[in-house]
């Protein structure tokens, strides 16, 4: 069974501050990942993709990949309360993806 | 441009209902998904078609069908649905890269 994990959550940060979001991965063959936001009754919405090991940075948001330990996360630095949201961890392996059941971030004022 | 159409955005419908979800992208992406999603949980995969054609069918009841009319276009046929069918119905587009581009969603509840 091909599963990725995520801590549930609640995820509280002050405003201001760098929220971190963590997913394995249990197929060693993902070759694709990424990380997507989703509002309440909304659809989610992509916000970062990874292929390779390291890091990938863009505006506020840092995603790391680590292949040997199956481990993605996701940084948000300076979170804003406009980040509350669900974050969803997916990988892939071409059609096949495999979402996470996703983080509940919420940043308080 | 990386917009996916969904219409309708909100559907009720009874058990003895035919309706369709329609799903449209011009970004010429070749693989095309359907995914459902309950509250609170991730989305759920149904089909996917590549080149216009099935090519994952998830084990959905067959009061779920899928159609791909063309390279752009989408639809999800349903009949005789139940009331733990009702939830937001997701499609999405695969991207060059891999990524899966999402629409709006289509809000459907089964009476």
């Known amino acids: 069974q091909k599963e990725v994990e995520q801590n549930s959550g609640p995820l509280s940060v002050p405003e201001g501050a760098i929220a971190s979001l963590n997913c394995t991965y249990s197929d060693r063959v993902s070759q694709s990942f990424f990380w997507y936001r989703q509002y309440s009754g909304k659809s989610p919405e992509l916000i970062m993709s990874?292929?390779?090991?390291g890091d990938k940075e863009d505006g506020r948001f840092t995603a790391q990949l680590n292949k040997a330990s199956q481990y993605v996360s996701l940084l948000i630095r300076d979170s804003q309360p406009s980040d509350s949201a669900t974050y969803l961890c997916?990988?892939?392996?071409?059609?096949?993806?495999?979402f996470g059941p996703g983080t509940r971030l919420s940043v308080l004022p | 441009d990386t917009e996916v159409t969904q219409t309708p955005k909100h559907l009720v419908m009874g058990m003895t209902n035919k309706k369709s979800l329609k799903c449209e992208q011009h970004?010429?992406?070749?693989?095309m998904y359907w995914y459902k999603q309950k509250a609170k949980k991730p989305p759920e995969l149904m089909f996917v078609y590549s080149y216009e054609k099935l090519s994952i069918n998830e084990s959905v009841p067959s009061r779920f069908s899928p159609e791909c009319p063309n390279s752009s276009l989408l639809n999800l046929h349903l009949h005789a649905l139940q009331p733990e069918d009702s939830a937001l119905y997701l499609c999405?587009?695969?991207?060059?890269?891999?990524?899966?581009?999402f629409g709006e969603g289509s809000r459907l509840t089964v009476l």
């Open positions: 997916a990988s892939s392996n071409g059609q096949n993806f495999v």
């Open positions: 999405a587009s695969q991207g060059g890269t891999g990524e899966l581009f």
């Open positions: 970004m010429g992406h070749r693989a």
């Open positions: 990874i292929y390779s090991n």
